[in-house]
């Protein structure tokens, strides 16, 4: 069961383990199901600003990492800390509110509500007066915010079509609009390229690369030409464990990882 | 709990008319008939038939907005507007003048609302601890244990009797009983609670927590707190229903544990989902239909030779017939029958407003 | 055992404790000062014993209540019109038949052949729509209960129990010692109590067993713990819902000539029995039987002992505990996280 060991970390990486500088910091971190340790003891360190692929064959984890990280589950056993911020048992919404984002692998929006109103809503999630019982003006600061994030993912001529009835693509790009409102500090986003056609990868990978320095990720993703062109590290996950930690072009010239990552996504 | 509404979409509508431009011909109608209704009605319809209909949609529509907007079917309103009602009876005048404490309706009527709001509050903090159907027993539950303590404790709530004798203030030297001023009393209150709903709905709060219905892990994934935004639905609701609670003492003079029984705590149920929960307006309506057989039954039943009695009967299988066959209540019937004539319609350019 | 008295030294302490005091109190003679502080000790054991007999009935009603929602996720409003319906039934039958045990047997099939229908007709047709169900039962609580006001009137009706039932039974627990003759004067109580208890607890374990050791008692737990992989077996789901719904149904009639015999039936009792349902399953745990023999107990001792010592306050008492339990382990006490 523990075959691979968690190696030491890459000094290419450059990383100590000193915790006040990390963005997210993860220790010892195990998921159990029932008796399925779905992730075991799992540490990662990521910088501010750093992007990060997570890699691995269906059912190594991954989702699952995202999950104990937001807090929809709280980890078994282990440690997570946000810049620096012991954040292991914090409920999801104190997590966002300190500059935490994710999206979801199988699209998780408000359906019978419109464009412009999810992204809305994701701005005043994170802002105050989320009790406010008074409209918001047309000039409400965040109405243009949502309208400029609405832009951002190319969906201002659909903003008041309720969600449900858009296209998939489209429904994958509104995720990730979500995900960026507010002032993120850190964001997941897992499998965001999943089912898009290829102007729309193109159109992915435009926002990724051109976010602002500052704001690191970790994604998830199964397609590598997307992954490894956007990150600028690389951890590999299988059977719930850390094996392989490195630079994109390592990991892509490692034959362990070809066996095993690309014998598990062919199966 | 399968209650997606289209959601009214509010950032930004494009509609630059003013508001009451945007207001469709019919509300003015009724706007019209409410109104005017006090020349042609005699008092029985405006204080028995009306009054009662713009109470038990109060009470209702405090239901509506919980159950259609935050996916809770509480139980609980009926309660609540009880609570309300028996504050007005003990912190102001009542012919129990050993428990009343007659002060002054300043004082009563903001704390009765405090109080009625207090009580909503904490029970939703105990509501929300568990999701879905939960509520409905939990509430339930909670309305029960409240019933059985205002029947069984004299030292607050003066046992079974309750009260009587619980009046109106004489407010601006208007007897607020008289059937007239009582009827324009309840519609004005009916009307800004309808108004209040609906303005809320489009609300940060009210989408929010249309979002909590919805999908409320991803509200959490969003910044929100679902479980401070569902009690904070609580605490409002509890607005509408005391609103309401008052409105019921004063018209019945006296509130005893029967006003807030089991019978009537499901009655309010009853007259949301028979209107329609989706909808503000369906509480009204539900009320309406409710009340008008309550008022004729005896007469329906009597010409089948029935007694009045087997007024519950209809208003059961009535129900049974609602939720078996159109689980959004009349205005889902009214949707449907729109929808299809429009599609009939199409190109004969008939639309009706 | 020992892992959790290892765990748990104080809480443990505590609870041992407790008991001990509460045997204490059931077992030996009151002193003085205590009787001049709680009155007799017959008033405190025959609240005791009342809310134990009273949980029985709570339980014969809450199990079919909770087997019901925990394997088939329907919560059956109408189950409180089921035990009143069982009562007139059972009334009916005893006095035409003359005969109190002949009518257990009819009632359970009329009633449970009424719950079968319900499930055959109405709620398996809306499957996984609970909150529509939950409506459903609703309606069909409010219209059996103008039925039954209809036919059997508002008045309330007391089912004679049989001879042997009648009377006192001395139990082995001591009420007062005389103090100039120093003769031990024993408890005397109902015996039809004793025997409702006494049933109670048979049918209990029975359904327990049923549960634990047989295999439609593995299929039944299983559905309870996960429907989609029992109907994904291939085994005829439908049937074992019916088999449950029915024997719940049953189970609240019979429970309802019970209360007819040591209380009595009018309108309103239906409410009284679903409302004491939910307040069992919530604090007992939705779909364990044990939890609804737990919160049985707990709920009519509470309810019998509040309404001898704090008789304007009793509900206070079964509510707080039902919110506590809510506040701090909302699933209920054997509830499983769902
Ligand atoms: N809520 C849950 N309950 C039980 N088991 C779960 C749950 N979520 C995930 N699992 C299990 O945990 C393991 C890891 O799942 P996870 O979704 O994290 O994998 P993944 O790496 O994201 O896979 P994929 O590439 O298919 O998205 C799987 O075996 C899965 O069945
Ligand atoms: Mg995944």
Redesign the interface.
Known sequence: MNAPVTPPRPVALGQSHVSAGNALELRGITKMFGALAAISDVTLSVRPGERRAVLGSNGAGKTTLFNCITGDFLPTTGLIRFFGEDVTTFPPHERIRRGLRRTYQISSLFAGLSVIDNVYLACRGVSRNRFSLIRPRRDDALVHAAETLVEAVHLTAEKDRLVGELAYGQQRQLEIALALSGAPRFILFDEPAAGLSPTERRDLVSILTTLPTHIGYIIIEHDMDVALRVVESVTMMHNGRIFKEGRPEEIEDDPEVQELYLGGGHE | MAMTDQAPRFVNRADQKLWFERIPAPWWALAVVLVFLPVVANSFWLFQVMGWTFILGMIGLSLMFLAGYGGMVSLLQMTVAGVAGYMVAILGTSGTVTVSLGLVWWIVIPAAFLIAALFATISGALAVRTEGIYTIMITLAIAAAFFYFTRQNYTIFNGYSGFNLVLPPQLFGVNWREPVPFYYLSLVLAALSYGAVVYVSRSPFGLALQGVRDNPRRMAALGFNVTAHRVAAYALASVFASAGGILLVWQNAQIAPGTIGMSAAIDVLVVAVVGGMRRPLGPFIGAFIYVLLQVFSPDILGFFGFSAERFKLIIGLGFLAVVLFSPDGVLGLWDRWRARRRQQGGQAGGGVA | MDDIIKRNPLRSLIIAILIAVFLWLVFAPWPPELVAKWGRKQIFLNALLGGITLGALYFLVAAGFTLIFGLM?V?N?AHGSLFLLGGYLGYEISSLTGSWFIAFPVVFLVVGLLGLLMQRF?FSKMEG????Q???S???S??L???M??LWGGQSYSILAPGFLTGPMELPIINSINASTGATNWLRYPAVRVWILIAAIVIGVAMWLVLNRTALGMLIRAGVDDREMLAASGVRIQLVFLAVFGFGAGLAGMAGIIGGTFQSLSPGED?RFL?AS??V??VGG?GSIVGAAIGSLIIGVTEQMGFVYA??????F??LI??AV??FR??GLLGARR
């Open positions: 996720r919560v409003l109405i729509e609970e909150l529509r939950t409506l459903v609703i309606g069909i409010i219209v209960a103008d039925l006001l209809w409410t409302l939910l307040v399953v919530i939705m008789p304007t306050y009793s509900v206070v079964t509510f039902m919110a809510l506040a909302p699933q």
